[in-house]
């Protein structure tokens, strides 16, 4: 029996997806109904394009059509209805366009109440805190009206966008127990993103008995965020953090030792089995091979038939995410295979995004080409199959099976197509919106000579936009064009939880991650099939040299040992289902109700 009669999850990505805190929501949507029922509701920011999609408004219930109309006097205008995935969860988002609260004067209690330092904050901080707020005021006007009155109600706040929420409560007193979850500091990723030591800092901070000052917050021009972390960390009924690794992160730079871990997870039964994903990976494969050989073999021939294949994938932090791990570990990978016998190349994805203009001209013209090779092909296979079974019927042998017409067509097709060669294929394969020159990623490939020559067998393709079946060039969905590769590698130096690789893993793809990562601490020593690189601590280019026998030992393995290792990583990944990781919700809201 659960002690709490409602619980209410607040965050800014409720039908609204901006980043990794959307999935955490989502996929354990369907387990939260389970243990909650009706009593469970989402309540997030309105969105009209993705409460379009994700959102199917309905009439709210009496108790939350009173509350709402108070709330609409004050311009907060409340959405209900169902979020429309699994599990159906109840949702109500909000939309504060017209909300009539003054900023400055909010901002000006903050500072006076919890000393939120937000003098220099902009809209990315404004605007949360006005939709934060409404959302207190929300949950303020709801404990007045039946069923809510008088009943044992969580309120679930996640990061830093919702506190505000929390602090309204927690200063009013409304009888309403706050939860808050704090995903990763806002200091803690900017020291990591600068090149700072965090985790030394930490340990020093931790031994010394000291927690960060705001002194630090501002150096890293980040206080207002900081200090409403700060703020609600250390006023919430119930303190929680998504690892370990970031557990130990909060007790310093937020003075706050968490009282509840919870883990992330996915609904790994979403995921197909491993029979199935067999089938897919070769589906995708082949669709992902004639984008390779469009992209590649104008240029020069490449046996795609004959690859390993890697991505990295995750928000531009060139260091936080490992990209420069990866991409010097890539560089060595290049040399070693250059001066060995073997023949298997290697292919390299970075998807990475970043600013564009649009795809590369060239590489539309080449896949344009390749495409119209496709279809004149498939167009003579029926004259081609008619004339074999002619031939074999009158008992001749099938030699003469091409017309003249279509010999000529190959000819020219065939001169067009190879007239690249002696060139080289892009590094990019989109137009970026700022000189190339000015791009760490592409300096970095330039730095370790991955250039894609002809000579070089390691061949990188850096794709700087969302995956999606819609676009011009792989035109395929991150699951579907990730599935086609051997390895995920993550190599990060920040990550306080990490879905990329518990995600590679479940759809049965090796994958990379470090002891600085959440899921790598949560996972590591358990088996293969999921790497968890030593970098805490470790020298910069010992690392490099660990990730770069990976995966050498990948392009050397053999297939029946991949095979197995993929049906490990599918195991792991099912280590991390919500099915067992939701527990500690419950646990987190069961104690806020015992606080007090």
């Not at 690249?420 to 490939?445: M, N, V, W």
């Not at 995956?467 to 991150?478: F, K, P, Q």
């Amino acid at each position: 029996m659960r002690d709490a009669e409602f619980i209410f999850e607040l965050s800014y990505e409720v039908c609204n997806k901006v980043g990794g805190i959307y999935t955490v929501i989502k996929s354990k949507a369907a387990r939260m109904v389970e243990q909650y029922g009706e009593k469970y509701c989402a309540v997030g920011y309105y969105e009209p394009g993705k409460a379009r999609i994700e959102f199917d408004e309905s009439q709210p219930p009496a108790g939350l059509a009173n509350a709402f109309k108070h709330l609409e006097s004050e311009g907060i205008r409340c959405h209900y209805g169902t979020w429309l995935i699994a599990g159906s969860p109840k949702a109500i988002l909000l939309d504060v366009k017209e909300y009539k609260a003054d900023v400055n004067e909010l901002k000006k209690s903050l500072w006076e109440t919890y000393k939120i330092d937000s003098l220099k904050s902009d809209s990315w901080f404004n605007d949360p805190l006005i939709w934060s707020h409404a959302s207190g005021r929300l949950l303020e006007e709801l404990v007045k009206e039946k069923p809510y009155a008088g009943k044992k109600i969580v309120a679930h706040f996640h990061e830093w966008m919702s506190g505000f929420g929390l602090l309204h409560i927690q200063k009013n007193g409304i009888p309403v127990k706050t939860v808050f979850t704090t995903h990763a500091t806002m200091l803690g990723r900017s020291i990591s993103g600068g090149g700072g030591d965090l985790y030394k800092m930490v340990a020093e901070g931790l031994a010394k008995g000291e927690s960060a000052s705001i002194d630090l917050a501002r150096k890293h021009g980040c206080e207002d965020k900081h200090t409403t972390e700060v703020a609600c960390a250390n006023n919430a009924d119930v303190f929680t953090t998504v690892s370990e690794i970031t557990g130990r992160e909060a007790s310093y730079i937020l003075g706050k030792k968490p009282d509840v871990l919870l883990f992330n997870g996915l609904d790994t039964s979403k995921f197909p089995e491993s029979e199935e994903l067999s089938v897919l990976r070769r589906k995708y494969r082949n669709h992902m091979r004639d984008f390779l050989i469009s992209y590649f073999n104008r240029y020069y021939y490449v046996d795609f038939y004959n690859i390993r294949s890697m991505f990295i994938s995750g928000r531009y932090e060139f260091h936080n995410k490992g990209v420069d791990v990866y991409v010097d570990a890539l560089g060595k990978l290049n040399k070693k295979l250059k001066s060995e016998k073997g023949k298997t190349q290697v292919v390299a994805f970075i998807f990475v995004p970043s600013g564009l203009r649009g795809e590369d001209v060239q590489v539309l013209k080449n896949k344009a080409l390749y495409e119209e090779i496709h279809d004149q092909v498939e167009a003579m296979l029926p004259e081609i199959r008619d004339n074999i079974i002619e031939s074999i019927t009158k008992g001749e042998p099938p030699e003469d099976v091409l017309n003249d017409d279509f010999i000529k067509q190959a000819r020219k097709l065939t001169a067009h197509f190879i007239e690249k060669r002696g060139g080289t294929p892009p590094l990019c394969a989109f137009e970026l919106s700022y000189p190339q020159e000015h791009d760490t990623i592409i300096q970095a490939l330039k730095r370790n000579e991955l250039l894609n020559r002809e000579e070089d067998r390691v061949k990188v393709i850096f794709y700087p936009a969302y995956l999606s079946s819609a676009d011009r060039l792989i035109a395929l969905e991150y699951n579907q064009a990730t599935l086609t590769c051997d390895m995920g590698v993550f190599p990060s130096f920040y990550e306080p939880w990490g879905y990329t690789p518990l995600e590679t893993a479940a759809q049965g793809t090796l994958a990379v991650t470090t002891d600085l990562a959440g899921f790598g601490q949560f996972i590591e020593g358990k088996g293969e099939g999921i790497h968890v690189m030593k970098v805490d601590g470790v020298e910069y280019q010992k690392i490099v040299n660990e990730l770069y026998k990976k995966l050498h030992e990948l392009v050397n393995m053999e297939r029946k040992e991949l095979t197995k290792r993929r049906l490990n990583a599918k195991e792991l990944a099912s280590l991390a289902d919500w099915k067992f990781l939701v527990e500690n919700y419950v646990k987190a809201h069961d104690l806020a109700l015992k606080k007090g």
